[in-house]
């Protein structure tokens, strides 16, 4: 596996479901979600800047594709990597697959940018993040 893509795997659970007996669309947010936290979780020293929790990265755009139904039992595994790398945003890619057929279930790309959390403005992406960063891109 390339070390620059995180995959983390969860089960689809009943409360995960709407009434259509699928996983509610919602739910997807939290999955993708959970797949950039063990990201990072992956990458301590990446995640170390932002312990303190200013400065932060904070979400600005996400843009998902729904591809196929998943259900209660299902295995689904949440690949994520940073695809894009700019001076004052970035863009990770994920998918979402079921594990027993790897078949894609969703994808979603998510642009973020670098936020000083008590000036309330964005920073930009420079210096050691910047370096920390760069080799972890994974374009599309």
């Keep these: 596996m390339d070390s620059r893509l995180s995959r983390v795997t969860l089960r689809v659970r009943g409360y995960h479901l709407d009434g259509y007996g699928h996983v509610n669309n919602a739910r997807y947010l939290?999955?993708?979600?959970?797949?950039?936290?063990?990201?990072?979780?992956d990458r301590p020293d990446v995640?170390?800047?932002?312990?303190?929790?200013?400065?932060?990265?904070?979400a600005v755009n996400l843009n998902i594709n729904y591809r196929l139904a998943a259900v209660a039992g299902d295995d689904l595994e949440v690949h994520t990597r940073l695809a894009e790398l700019g001076s004052r945003s970035a863009r990770m890619h994920q998918e979402i697959r079921r594990v027993r057929d790897d078949k894609l279930?969703?994808?979603?790309?998510?642009?973020?940018?670098?936020?000083?959390?008590?000036?309330?403005?964005?920073?930009?992406?420079?210096?050691?993040?910047?370096e920390l960063l760069a080799p972890l891109v994974m374009e599309d």
Excluded: C, M, Q
């Design 30 to 41: 939290e999955f993708l979600e959970e797949g950039r936290w063990g990201y990072f979780d």
């Design 105 to 130: 279930v969703v994808d979603a790309d998510l642009t973020f940018v670098l936020l000083d959390v008590k000036a309330n403005r964005p920073l930009a992406i420079e210096g050691e993040l910047h």
């Design 47 to 58: 995640a170390r800047p932002f312990a303190s929790g200013n400065p932060a990265l904070v």
